[in-house]
């Protein structure tokens, strides 16, 4: 299950951050398929309910928010009272560096990372196919009050290959730790010999680089998805106003399809927000939809020679960022310090085109100073949030998930993009 942890600890500081900007505009023809916050407040009201399930689903522990902090809910439930519904369209909202204060905050209440316990390497076959049924249902759906429900649908499709990925996403994760040697590949050069032993079998590898909005939320309402971005200022301005954007998630999928295996993997570094496990750069199984309203396209899709290149870079980037993580005992799984989600298709980009076109990357230079390659890659990048620099328009542009004008749905948005040239009607 995805889960899309990239800034999500926003509210252990949001109050600071609380009136960045306030609505100016009101949110205009909202699209009948999603809610918005605000058009969903507007709907709670004319039902005489309390907003309460809304800002509880969004700030409760197993939410993806998580830590949203009595000071903001009492804010959001003021804001609702005095009718104030275009406000809720753009919160919650804060800058890198709020983000970075509430993430040393989490990090302090949790404590020293702790190392890993070494796992003995082992030798076994591919183990593609499984041979073993999908998943059905919706298990990762949770009811709640008022007819809402948290959590994320299965992909029908992704579904029913949820067991070779997951053992794909395993393999992966293994080797690229240095635990686990596949019989009957060249593991000198796993990469190539993955690819070349399945495409051999009549299978095509593809690594996708793949952008969207973050869910923050994950809530529905009768059925119908609530948009729950997250906002942040770039740095940029509207007039006089801070001109910001909804949070990007941004992964690399690696697809198998052919007549034996078919999986989905995903890479992309998370920030584990309970603190059970599952944070950092790591290989998983994708076997979920994402709402409408997160858009989504693809940036790149590399395939055969680029598509080896693209693994090879993702394998170094788990084995070497968990290094990262253990000998600096980095917090969080190194999580904003080493990257957010963008950095893995960051890296890629950079190595394959010679540039990136990704925002925000929030990476330490001071943490990539030796000689691998890796190292070098993150060194070329450019990194936010830790002085006053303003990321270019490509890299923001690059960042939405939507191509054009009437795909925004947030309508206050789409003025801006257009009034700063961002994006067109076509």
Not at 89 to 118: C, F, I
Not at 138 to 147: F, I, M, N, V
Not at 197 to 205: D, F, I, N, Y
Not at 354 to 364: C, S, V
Request: net charge negative.
């Amino acid at each position: 299950m995805r889960r899309y942890a990239a800034f999500a600890v926003l509210a252990i500081v949001l109050v600071a951050g609380l009136l960045l900007r306030l609505a100016r505009l009101p949110a205009l023809n909202v699209d009948p398929r999603w809610y918005t916050l605000g058009s969903l407040a507007r709907e709670l009201a004319r039902e005489k309910q309390p907003y309460d399930v809304v800002v509880d689903a969004l700030g409760g522990q197993n939410g993806t928010y998580g830590l949203i902090t009595d000071e903001h809910k009492a804010f959001l439930r003021a804001v609702f009272s005095r009718g104030e519904y275009d406000v809720l369209d753009q919160q919650p909202q804060l800058t890198l560096p709020m983000l970075s204060q509430g993430l040393q905050l989490l990090a302090s209440k949790r404590g020293p990372a702790k190392k890993a316990e070494p796992t003995a390497p082992t030798t076994e076959p591919l183990g593609l196919p499984t041979g073993k049924p999908g998943l059905s249902g919706e298990p990762y759906l949770k009811k709640l009050t008022l007819d809402f429900t948290w959590g994320d649908h299965l992909d029908p499709e992704k579904a029913a290959r949820a067991a070779d990925s997951h053992r794909l996403a395993d393999v992966l994760d293994r080797v690229a730790l240095g635990t686990l040697t596949v019989e009957s590949l060249d593991m000198t050069r796993f990469a190539a010999s993955f690819v070349e032993t399945l495409t051999a079998q009549g299978h095509t590898v593809e690594v996708d680089d793949q952008r969207l909005a973050a869910n923050f939320g994950d809530l529905e309402r009768f059925g119908k998805p609530v948009a729950t971005p997250l906002w942040v200022i770039t740095g940029k301005r509207v007039g006089p106003e801070p001109f910001m954007l909804p949070v990007p998630h941004a992964q690399l999928e690696l697809t198998v399809r052919g007549p034996k295996v078919n999986a989905d993997v995903t890479f992309y570094s998370s920030l584990d927000l309970t603190g059970e496990g599952g944070g950092g750069a790591r290989f998983r199984a994708d076997v979920t939809q994402d709402q409408a309203w997160t858009g989504g396209f693809t940036a790149h899709r590399y395939q055969r020679e680029q598509a080896v290149r693209a693994l090879e870079l993702m394998l170094a980037m788990r084995g070497e960022l968990q290094a990262k993580v253990d000998g600096h005992a980095l917090p969080l799984d190194g999580y904003f310090t080493l990257g957010v989600c963008t950095l893995a298709p960051a890296v890629v980009e950079q190595a394959l085109t010679q540039k990136t076109t990704l925002w925000p990357l929030t990476h330490d230079p001071q943490y990539f100073q030796g000689g691998s390659e890796l190292d070098g890659l993150v060194r070329s990048l450019p990194h936010d949030g830790r002085d006053e620099s303003i990321p270019s328009d490509e890299r923001l542009v690059g960042s939405l998930p939507w191509r054009k004008l009437p795909d925004v749905p947030f309508k206050f948005l789409a003025r801006e993009l257009e009034q700063l040239s961002l994006l067109k009607e076509t």
